[in-house]
């Protein structure tokens, strides 16, 4: 059964530092295309980030670059982002999902099968 699970979200400050975690069973990680997205209440889901399957080529939202890196550790099977610069705009439930294609999609969240269950990102003013 392939899983996703997130952790590490919490409540920071403004200017604060996040390292969320996603960590994968039943397959293998770096054979997909992994990316988060967050959502924010009252808000559509929207891409973040991805790291695509094989090469590891990475992709940023036009917000985030800068801010926030992607990384996959093959040995722990698992995606983090790492995000730093928090501003209160990021407070959000981010996901990880998964697909086997390539391309990263960021806008086509359809496109994505496997998904995690989230983990709340607070950023306090």
């Known amino acids: 059964q392939l899983q ?6 919490g409540l920071v400050h403004t200017g604060g530092s996040l390292r969320l ?7 293998t990680l770096d054979e997909y295309t992994v990316s988060w997205f967050r959502q924010a209440p009252g808000k559509e889901r929207e891409g973040v980030s991805c790291i ?21 550790d093959n040995a722990k099977n698992t995606v983090y982002l790492e995000m730093n610069s928090l501003k209160p705009d990021d407070t ?13 999609a960021l806008s086509q969240t359809e496109q994505y099968p496997y998904w995690g269950q989230g983990t709340q990102v607070t950023v306090s003013s």
């Open 52 to 72: 695509r399957r094989r090469d590891g080529g990475t992709y940023y939202a036009d917000s985030m670059k800068g801010r926030f890196t992607i990384s996959r």
């Open 4 to 9: 996703l699970v997130e952790s590490g979200g």
């Open 92 to 104: 959000a439930v981010y996901f990880c999902a998964a697909r086997s294609a390539l391309v990263c």
């Open 21 to 27: 975690s996603c960590a994968a069973s039943g397959f």
